[in-house]
């Protein structure tokens, strides 16, 4: 990421797995020096795109329970995933690609 300001480097990560019709977001990483910018929004709303442009059914997110991790909380919430289950204190959230998210106005992404 980069802005007036610099250039911040890689500033999170998206890891996906898919199990047959369905991809498993197992981590959604962004870092703290950003947060608030959009990056999270923008490697969410990549994979869920992804996931539909592989005809895929859903793509269902863990997310564990921390007071830090209460922004990707809501991440998944405003983005159009669906609480599905809880176990242990993980929740499995659940998008069934009906209405796909734009990418953050303000941010130019640029896929590589």
Not at 4 to 13: C, E, K, M, P, Q
Not at 38 to 58: D, F, M
């Amino acid at each position: 990421m980069s802005d007036r300001f610099g250039d911040y480097g890689t500033v999170g990560v998206l890891i996906i797995y898919q199990l047959q019709q369905k991809w498993l977001i197992e981590v959604l990483l962004v870092s703290c020096r950003v947060m608030g910018r959009g990056v999270g929004e923008a490697l969410l709303c990549h994979g869920i795109r992804q996931a539909k442009a592989q005809n895929q059914q859903s793509v269902h997110a863990l997310y564990r329970t921390t007071d830090y991790n209460r922004a990707m909380h809501m991440l998944f919430i405003t983005h159009g995933f669906k609480r599905d289950r809880e176990q242990n204190g993980l929740i499995t959230f659940v998008h069934d690609l009906g209405i796909i998210p734009d990418y953050p106005a303000w941010l130019e992404v640029q896929v590589i």
